[in-house]
């Protein structure tokens, strides 16, 4: 048998790959300057209002036995010592001050609510029109209901999907250039869950819009609830994202960024399927 044959496909159209980086730079941007804006008021809270002395989660710094600051997180009844990085952690002076995220995860890495918000919103507006181009596109050229909407062959193998994953067993020549169950179940969450809900999340917490998305905001609970929910959404994409990243590691790094760079995507072809044996009876028969 004679070996596979490498050969180049057009896997990711140019407003797809566009789009991507943008995304990529939007959401580094987002996540970084919203935990710099959470800084101000490191706690969150369900309901309408803030109810201080049972926040849902906290960060905060008290003083150790020793006199020196310790940062403590709080979620629900549970605390635990999260010095260093969550509470109380190293500020640009060289000291340990209160600080809810530590400097290296936010942007600006210096403590200004005005300056988190300005970058903030400049990649939120960023971040939506790029989201309803990217909607637009997906419409005209069908790439929602003709690449990621799931097809009934892939619910039925969606057992064997996971366990390959699991597996770290990934799709070789032609299936390789398909999206899998996981991975449009996956996507179908961000791009019409997670990004969606984000937003409206953001747009709920601002008083400004209590005429327009007043409903919305008694729908979640109240505007601490929307806030809360804004967090929570934000880390799960992170959580997306991180999976995401591990899986380009693990699935040939250079050949996936190449892909979402150029388009052409590297892959073997299928195997020739081994040719049955002529038995007497089929010679006779043929005959």
């Known amino acids: 048998m004679s070996a596979a044959a490498t050969r180049l496909s057009y896997r990711h159209r140019l407003p797809v790959r566009v789009m991507h980086w943008i995304n990529v730079v939007c959401l580094f941007a987002l996540l970084m300057s919203g935990l710099s804006i959470f800084n101000a008021h490191p706690a969150l809270y369900w309901g309408k209002f803030s109810t201080f002395d049972k926040p849902a989660l906290s960060l ?28 109380a952690s190293v500020k640009m002076s060289g000291e340990i001050g209160a600080r809810g995220f ?16 300005r970058w903030h919103f400049f990649f939120a507006w960023l971040f939506v029109i790029n989201g309803v181009c990217y909607w637009l596109w997906s419409w005209r050229s069908k790439h929602l209901s003709g690449d990621l909407a799931p097809t009934g062959a892939d619910w039925r193998g969606m057992g064997r ?3 390959e994953h699991m597996k770290f067993k990934h799709p070789t020549g032609s299936e390789a250039l398909r999206y899998n169950i996981l991975q449009k179940l996956a996507y179908l969450a961000v791009i019409a869950v997670f990004g969606p809900g984000i937003v409206l999340m953001g747009l709920a917490m601002s008083p400004h819009m209590d005429s327009v998305l007043g409903w919305l905001v008694d729908l979640v609970g109240g505007r601490q609830s929307a806030r809360t929910w804004h967090f929570i959404i934000a880390f799960a994409f992170v959580a997306f994202i991180a999976i995401h990243v591990f899986m380009v590691l693990v699935s040939g790094p250079f050949n ?10 590297a892959y073997h072809d299928d195997p020739p399927a081994d040719p049955v044996p002529v ?3 089929d010679k006779e028969e043929g005959a």
């Open 60 to 87: 905060t710094a008290k003083p150790g036995h020793d006199g020196k600051l310790r940062g403590e997180t709080q979620i629900g009844a549970l605390r635990f010592d999260s010095t260093g990085v969550l509470g």
């Open 102 to 117: 530590p400097m290296w995860a936010t942007l600006p890495g210096y403590k200004s609510l005005a300056a988190g918000r």
């Open 161 to 163: 999907s996971i366990i």
């Open 256 to 265: 996936q960024i190449r892909s979402m760079i150029t388009g052409r995507y």
């Open 279 to 281: 038995t007497a009876t």
